[in-house]
């Protein structure tokens, strides 16, 4: 068998987490392979809504087994209180969730490091979530990281002590203003931890190649999205991990060639949370409108999320780094009642029309070009089948699979499990 990935292709916030939970049926284990707490993974069914940070959208599904791969990065606090949240929904955590022993930890100080580097940084700041996740990934790659393995030792409090040290001078080097009382937050930290220990953790790369040479089916949850990525996103506004289709690999363990479909997530329109370029953001009445309608606040953090237009240039940069083989498409429903629509299709990139995502996006370099899409009245949100979604938006499909040569499979017609079309 192969692992099926799936992976946002803009900013983040496609719509990942409803539709791993759709997708649960057909998996024996979804296993999340990147990023921590940052990420917000919003299901809804049975006129319920339900946020993941950390856990695996498919926690929903008796059957099936969920992940935490070594890629992660776990704060035991928000982790902790997940599974309280899960504990009064009745889902069985203890027997469907695993978490690999090479995740790393985020700690209390990590937090404050990520605060006080953003704080430092004052009009330049990245607009980071403020969870600790640079600070915990900078960790993990200068080779100082505790991980969750480490949690299983005598001696773990020592490291933690030594490091938690190491960071407060940091945190002071920052010379910015910042109240915290570290006591408190480790006596949360310590109890969350003890919460965490009473889970099961695995050498999970091992685990899941068990799983492939049983016949298991996976799907590895990707968090973020590809323009977020370390590598390949708008550096440095992006998160601290690979969030394309490389990042499954090494926070998975899994080879390239166990790899089958790679399921690329995207909102008909754009949307961005935190600083940095954003080539087809609007600034007028129909971007507040898509704000509004698709009700456009962070699942993490609360914050109004900027809005625009589809930006093919980016969509076709994000389905050749990821190598998409399925795309679908999310929240088409909010873009009912727009008389017409745009598509950014190239840049006018200092003076040049090109059709590829340039090294500097920023504003004063680059002018998106658009083609524009007669929209359409109807409301989509009760419909349930590909024959009677209108004309217009047919086109509007269309016109995308042309130009990046992937077939839409699936087109979102609300937050809910079932408003959703497969094609
Ligand atoms: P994720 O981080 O990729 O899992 O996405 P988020 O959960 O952060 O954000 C997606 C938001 O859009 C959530 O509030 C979802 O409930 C909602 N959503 C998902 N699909 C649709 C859709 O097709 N239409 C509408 N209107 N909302 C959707
Ligand atoms: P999901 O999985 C949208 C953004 C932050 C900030 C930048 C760096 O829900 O799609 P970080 O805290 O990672 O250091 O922040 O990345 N960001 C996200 N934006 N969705 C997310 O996750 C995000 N995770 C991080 O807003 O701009
Ligand atoms: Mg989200």
Redesign the pocket.
């Known amino acids: 068998m192969a692992v099926d990935l799936l992976l946002?292709l803009q900013w983040?916030?496609?719509?990942?987490?409803?539709i791993v939970d759709v997708l649960t049926s057909n998996y024996n284990i979804i296993a999340r392979f990147q990023g921590g707490p940052n990420?917000?993974?919003?299901l809804?069914f049975n006129g319920m809504?339900h946020?993941l940070h950390t856990i695996p959208s498919g926690i929903f599904h008796e059957d099936a087994v969920n992940l935490v791969g070594n890629g992660v990065v776990i704060d035991p606090v928000i982790f902790k209180n997940e599974l309280d949240k899960l504990a009064t929904q009745d889902v069985d955590y203890r027997k469907s969730l695993v978490i690999s022993r090479k995740a790393h930890l985020i700690l209390p100080t990590h937090r404050l490091l990520d605060a006080a580097s953003e704080a430092s940084k004052g009009k330049a700041k990245i607009g980071s979530t403020l969870k600790g996740i640079g600070p915990t990934y900078m960790d993990k790659t200068g080779r100082n990281g505790i991980r969750v393995g480490d949690l299983e030792l005598d001696n773990w409090k020592e490291k933690y002590r030594a490091l938690a040290n190491k960071h407060e001078s940091m945190v002071e080097f920052y010379n910015v203003d910042l109240e915290y009382n570290l006591e408190e937050l480790e006596t949360e930290f310590f109890k969350a931890v003890d919460v965490l220990k009473s889970l099961k953790f695995i050498d999970s790369e091992e685990y899941l190649h068990q799983a492939l040479r049983d016949q298991k089916s996976i799907l590895a949850e990707g968090a973020q999205g590809s323009l977020l990525d370390i590598d390949f996103g708008t550096y440095p506004f992006v998160t601290s991990s690979n969030t394309t289709a490389a990042g499954a690999c090494t926070g998975l363990g899994i080879a390239p060639n166990s790899i089958g479909d790679v399921f690329g997530?995207f909102k008909a329109y754009t949307t961005r949370v935190g600083s940095g370029p954003f080539p087809t953001e609007l600034f007028d009445e129909d971007g507040e409108t898509m704000g509004r309608v698709?009700?456009e606040f962070g699942?993490t953090t609360g914050r109004s999320r900027r809005c625009g237009w589809l930006d093919l240039v980016a969509l076709r940069y994000a389905c050749q780094v990821n190598g998409v083989t399925q795309l679908m498409m999310?929240?088409?429903?909010?873009l009912s009642g727009f008389k017409s629509l745009k598509v950014c299709t190239a840049y006018n990139y200092k003076g040049n029309i090109i059709h590829h995502l340039p090294y500097n996006v920023e504003p004063e370099n680059v002018t998106p070009i658009y083609t524009d899409f007669e929209g359409w009245k109807e409301d989509l949100t009760e419909m349930n089948n590909e024959s009677i979604l209108p004309n217009a938006l047919n086109t509007y499909i269309d016109f995308l699979e042309k130009e990046l040569q992937i077939p839409i499979k699936i087109v979102?017609?609300?937050?809910d499990r079932k408003?959703t079309i497969f094609r």
């Open positions: 946002g983040g916030d496609e719509g990942k987490g409803k990420a917000g993974h919003t809804v809504k946020v997530i698709g009700n699942a999310m929240k088409a429903d909010v979102s017609v609300g937050p408003q």
